[in-house]
Nanobody, 122 residues
Framework: QVQLVESGGGLVQAGDSLRLSCAAS????????TGWFRQAPGKEREFVAA????????YYADSVKGRFTISRDNAKNTVYLQMNSLKPEDTAVYYC???????????????WGQGTQVTVAS
């Protein structure tokens, strides 16, 4: 089991950038695929991005493709989500997810962090 702690959320203006971090505990982090989901008020949690355990493969929701970039540093047990050209509709609580199965990360998430709030003002 891996423990996840997100950070980096905040209040920004439309068009701004923000980088989220997810620090993982556990010596086997490099064996986990990881990803990001988000949940806006009144909506279901939705997939944002995922990255394979070595970082060779990345996947994005259509709504963030071209604006968000997921990356990871296994030496630091950390996964990042660089968010550029933010829009008000990106406002949500962002959650980090991890699982040994990339398919699980892309669909149901796996292990979750506590979330970090991102608010984009228009």
């Amino acid at each position: 089991q891996v423990q996840l702690v997100e950070s980096g959320g905040g209040l920004v203006q439309a068009g701004d950038s923000l980088r989220l971090s997810c620090a993982a505990s556990g010596r086997t982090f490099s064996s986990y695929a990881t990803g990001w989901f988000r949940q806006a008020p009144g909506k279901e949690r939705e997939f944002v991005a995922a990255i394979s355990w070595r970082g060779a493969n990345t996947y994005y929701a259509d709504s963030v493709k071209g604006r968000f970039t997921i990356s990871r540093d296994n030496a630091k047990n950390t996964v990042y989500l660089q968010m550029n050209s933010l829009k008000p509709e990106d406002t949500a609580v962002y959650y980090c997810a991890a699982d040994t199965s990339l398919r699980v990360v892309q669909t149901t998430g796996g292990s979750w962090g506590q979330g970090t709030q991102v608010t984009v003002a228009s």
